[in-house]
T-cell receptor, first 119, second 112 residues
């Protein structure tokens, strides 16, 4: 079946603008994660959803960042008043169950990412 | 696509040789560890995982070793192939948390 998809694949915006990044997880996956990856770095955890609720948003860098998952499937990461330092690849991942599940149910499948460039 | 790992440590191996990629993890409370492979322009891809109650786990051509005493994780790839060329990340999850913490990565280059 289809994997995790993310749109847009590339987004160029100007400093101070608002952006929305979309993630379509694998159908039936209850857990969804957002990460941010800067050049030459590993992915940095932002937020984890179990169903519709954010179970852990401790990785969001500040209150300009917000994410929603209103129906427990598609998620949107929203960034207000973008800054040049927000430029990165934003990755989304989903798993069948949450990270505390046993066995293969917590394996994360990543999307290709959205490359955000703030000018 | 996005170029991953421009300033990462690089391991170069001859095709057919075995590769060993090392990772030092940070949190002694971590009880679950994963190795990921990331090709340029793509998201990370799960390779193999291991829980803290084990010290070794084998998959197809890959073996993960865990040394909790020194907080060290390694990934061994047998008979390395050109398709194994990528950046490899280890990730840890502190016990009872939902958060995965990724290391900085190692670029593997397979020489023909």
């Amino acid at each position: 079946g289809a994997g995790v998809s993310q749109t847009p694949s590339n987004k160029v915006t100007e400093k101070g603008k608002y952006v929305e990044l979309r993630c379509d997880p694998i159908s039936g996956h209850t857990a969804l994660y957002w990460y941010r990856q800067s050049l030459g770095q590993g992915p940095e955890f932002l937020i984890y959803f179990q169903g519709t609720g954010a179970a852990d948003d401790s990785g969001l860098p500040n209150d300009r960042f917000f994410a929603v998952r209103p129906e427990g499937s598609v998620s949107t990461l929203k960034i207000q008043r973008t800054e040049r330092g927000d430029s990165a690849v934003y990755l989304c991942a989903s798993s069948l169950r949450g990270p505390l599940a046993i066995g293969t149910y917590n394996e994360q499948f990543f999307g290709p990412g959205t490359r955000l460039t703030v000018l | 696509g996005e170029s991953v790992g421009l300033h990462l440590p690089t391991l170069s191996v001859q095709e057919g040789d075995n590769s060993i990629i090392n990772c030092a993890y940070s949190n002694s409370a971590s009880d679950y560890f994963i190795w990921y492979k990331q090709e340029s322009g793509k998201g990370p891809q799960f390779i193999i995982d291991i829980r803290s109650n084990m010290d070794k786990r084998q998959g197809q051509r890959v073996t993960v070793l865990l040394n909790k005493t020194v907080k060290h994780l390694s990934l061994q790839i047998a008979a390395t192939q050109p398709g194994d060329s990528a950046v490899y990340f280890c990730a840890e999850r502190p016990s009872g948390t939902y958060k995965y913490i990724f290391g900085t990565g190692t670029r593997l280059k397979v020489l023909a």
